[in-house]
């Protein structure tokens, strides 16, 4: 099967692959960048721009920490980060991933608008007034993260309803990609939460409104695993995980270790202080926190509303905005590294572009 160009609102991608927007620090501008030069559509996360640069985008910090959401989530860092890109892959299509659950939301779209992203990738949450921080940037592409057809159905009846304006695209994420999941922690291990049952439900769901592409996303790893989903009826797919194997991911060496040396009983789904069950890695912070030994928690970033301000940070053991930096750092003690189920998969570190050959040509 030959892959062909995806058409994302105004936005052209060579080959249907979507490279998921993994933050803390980890799909910044050099994984990004290196995907939309080579075909694909790079996504930089938004989560936690003020650490870019070691701080110098930021206006206040507090023990080398951005203090407060504004400089957590820092509009030059992020402007530096679009920037920084833009040299390496041109004018090729950039997507930006912003958490519904991030503190300052509305903001932060502005900014990434502003910026020069072509595409605003949104979930955490459903992004149900999404259009609403967009209006002044028409041909920006809007493109929400679902688990259900429930949640497109909820999401399209209000963008239509409120701002006359629908998904360019839909990201239908499964329960078993890293992080933080669309799901409970019993619908993440119940087998009638595949990915592949889930397709069918989601494209009638699009019938409904129109047409518009579906991206899937969880456990995608190779090109059968792409000519599965779009045989299907997907679109295209986004990998996250698998993009960590590469010598441009942004995510320290320490890191990319850490899942090279991983095995499949060391990916955890785990309590996150964000309200949702996340996947990641058995470290030593982990066992830390089971024995309620872990790193003190001082909310200085204020990242995400659900926390409300360190409150559920508290309750589950740690803090997510520091651990992951410690994570993107290679601090292995006290880092939360998250990782999709076949993290363990990874066994060596390749280029972009030999991964997206190996995606698109196979093996």
């Not at 304006?165 to 990609?177: F, H, M, N, T, Y």
């Not at 518009?212 to 797919?237: C, H, Q, R, T, Y």
């Amino acid at each position: 099967m030959s892959f062909k160009p995806l058409k994302i609102g105004k936005h052209t991608i060579k080959y249907p692959i979507f490279q998921g927007g993994m933050g803390l620090g980890i799909s910044w501008d050099k994984l990004a960048s290196a995907v939309s030069l080579n075909g694909g559509l790079g996504i930089i996360s938004s989560v936690g721009t003020g650490y870019y640069g070691n701080l110098q985008y930021v206006s206040k910090e507090f023990n080398s920490r951005p203090y407060g959401s504004e400089n957590f989530y820092s509009r030059k860092g992020l402007q530096a980060l679009i920037d920084n890109a833009r040299k390496i892959c041109k004018d090729a299509p950039l997507g930006c991933n912003i958490l519904c659950a991030s503190n300052d939301y509305s903001r932060i779209v502005r900014d990434a608008c502003e910026a020069g992203f072509n595409v605003i990738v949104s979930g955490a949450g459903l992004p149900t007034n999404l259009p609403e921080f967009t209006i002044d940037f028409p041909d920006v592409a809007l493109v929400p993260i679902v688990s259900s057809a429930k949640a497109l159905k909820i999401i399209c009846k209000r963008w239509l309803g409120r701002y006359n304006r629908l998904p360019d695209a839909v990201i239908l994420e499964g329960p078993k990609s890293g992080g933080h999941q669309g799901f409970t922690y019993e619908q993440c291990l119940n087998p009638a939460y595949k990915l592949e049952n889930l397709i069918a439900p989601v494209l009638e769901e699009v019938k409904n409104w129109g047409s518009f592409p579906v991206i899937v996303a969880g456990g995608i790893w190779d090109k059968n695993d792409i000519e599965k989903m779009l045989s299907l009826g997907a679109s295209g797919v986004q990998m996250g995980t698998r993009f960590i194997g590469t010598f441009e991911c942004d995510a320290s060496d320490e890191f990319k270790n850490v899942l090279l040396e991983c095995k499949e009983d060391d990916i955890k789904l785990i309590k996150s202080p964000v309200g949702y069950p996340a996947r990641g890695i058995q470290t030593n912070l982990l066992n830390l926190v089971e024995k309620r030994m872990g790193p003190k928690i001082n909310c200085v970033s204020n990242c995400v509303s659900p926390c409300e301000r360190g409150k559920e940070a508290t309750k589950v053991g740690y803090c997510i905005a520091d651990r992951l930096f410690d994570a993107y750092y290679g601090r292995k003690e006290t880092g939360l590294f998250f990782t999709g189920a076949n993290g363990y998969r990874l066994e060596k570190l390749i280029s972009v572009k030999e991964l997206i050959d190996k995606l698109v040509n196979g093996e």
